[in-house]
């Protein structure tokens, strides 16, 4: 029991809807339903209506490990992209607590694509840096590294359980770690990922982002996703 307290960074059951007295802030909403945070789109819509995002500030670290419960409504609809819905994210030391995900020196992402889990690195911020992009070019003003499971493994109107693991990368070499998995089984295995360059050697992990957002026109139909028990730790249990 001790050696979980001390891997566990914070959790979070989404009993009540009290969360800015937990830690987590940048959000104003805060629906729960059945023990569960709930976020609901409007047709046409691009942030949920029900539930706004939010973000919480944890102890810097080089490895992150993310668990949450997702159930998707009944009848889901997906982008009909190869982007998009975002879901959750983690930053880093080199920005801010209000700096936006979108474009920063780096950005995780974990998010249902298609039916697959997709684990994703975006570092669009540093392309003015000396060493420069760790994520591939910008096309259209973006860039990132991405990793799918194989299958798809989400279904609709069901709790899962999704997990997600990235380490950095020793400074200068390709051995960070990314991995994933869907219910207990693992979808996602990399160890060869560079998430950080040379300019910045002391990065660390220690933001958490939870921000549903399907980009302009992208969002299928009014549709529903609800999120239980996140955890964030140093290491899988």
Same mark, same amino acid.
């Given at each position: 029991?001790?050696?979980?307290?001390?891997?566990?960074?914070?959790?979070?059951?989404?009993?009540?809807?009290?969360?800015?007295?937990?830690?987590?802030?940048? /959000?104003?909403?805060?629906?729960?339903?059945?023990?569960?945070?709930?976020?609901?789109?409007?047709?046409? /819509?691009?942030?949920? &209506?029900?539930?706004?995002?939010?973000?919480?500030?944890?102890?810097?670290?080089?490895?992150?490990?993310?668990?949450?419960?997702?159930?998707?409504?009944?009848?889901?609809?997906?982008?009909?992209?190869?982007?998009?819905?975002?879901?959750?994210?983690?930053?880093?030391?080199?920005?801010?607590?209000?700096?936006?995900?979108?474009?920063?020196?780096?950005?995780?992402?974990?998010?249902?694509?298609?039916?697959?889990?997709?684990?994703?690195?975006?570092?669009?911020?540093?392309?003015?840096?000396?060493?420069?992009?760790?994520?591939?070019?910008?096309?259209?003003?973006?860039?990132?590294?991405?990793?799918?499971?194989?299958?798809?493994?989400?279904?609709?109107?069901?709790?899962? %359980?999704?997990?997600?693991?990235?380490?950095?990368?020793?400074?200068?070499?390709? &051995?960070? %770690?990314?991995? /994933?998995? %869907?219910? /207990?089984?693992?979808?996602?295995?990399?160890? &060869?990922?560079?998430?950080?360059?040379?300019?910045?050697?002391?990065?660390?992990?220690?933001?958490?982002?939870?921000?549903?957002?399907?980009?302009?026109?992208?969002?299928?139909?009014?549709?529903?996703?609800?999120?239980?028990?996140?955890?964030?730790? %140093?290491?899988?249990?």
């Amino acid at each position: 029991m001790l050696l979980l307290l001390l891997q566990t960074l914070f959790s979070e059951d989404f009993e009540n809807d009290a969360l800015l007295k937990r830690g987590w802030y940048d /959000g104003d909403r805060f629906k729960i339903v059945g023990g569960a945070l709930e976020y609901h789109w409007k047709a046409g /819509g691009t942030t949920p &209506d029900s539930s706004s995002g939010i973000r919480r500030l944890f102890e810097p670290s080089e490895t992150v490990y993310l668990r949450f419960k997702i159930k998707l409504s009944k009848g889901w609809g997906w982008s009909g992209r190869t982007y998009h819905p975002h879901l959750a994210h983690f930053m880093t030391t080199e920005n801010g607590r209000w700096h936006g995900p979108a474009a920063s020196h780096l950005t995780t992402y974990c998010e249902p694509q298609e039916g697959k889990l997709r684990l994703a690195l975006q570092d669009i911020q540093n392309k003015d840096a000396p060493s420069g992009l760790t994520q591939g070019p910008l096309k259209g003003g973006y860039n990132a590294t991405m990793f799918d499971s194989a299958e798809p493994v989400f279904k609709e109107d069901t709790w899962q %359980v999704v997990e997600a693991y990235y380490a950095l990368n020793a400074v200068g070499k390709a &051995d960070g %770690v990314v991995r /994933g998995w %869907v219910d /207990g089984v693992q979808v996602v295995d990399r160890t &060869d990922v560079v998430l950080r360059s040379p300019d910045f050697p002391k990065m660390k992990f220690n933001q958490f982002l939870l921000t549903p957002y399907f980009g302009p026109g992208l969002l299928p139909k009014e549709q529903t996703l609800w999120i239980d028990d996140l955890s964030v730790g %140093v290491r899988r249990p």
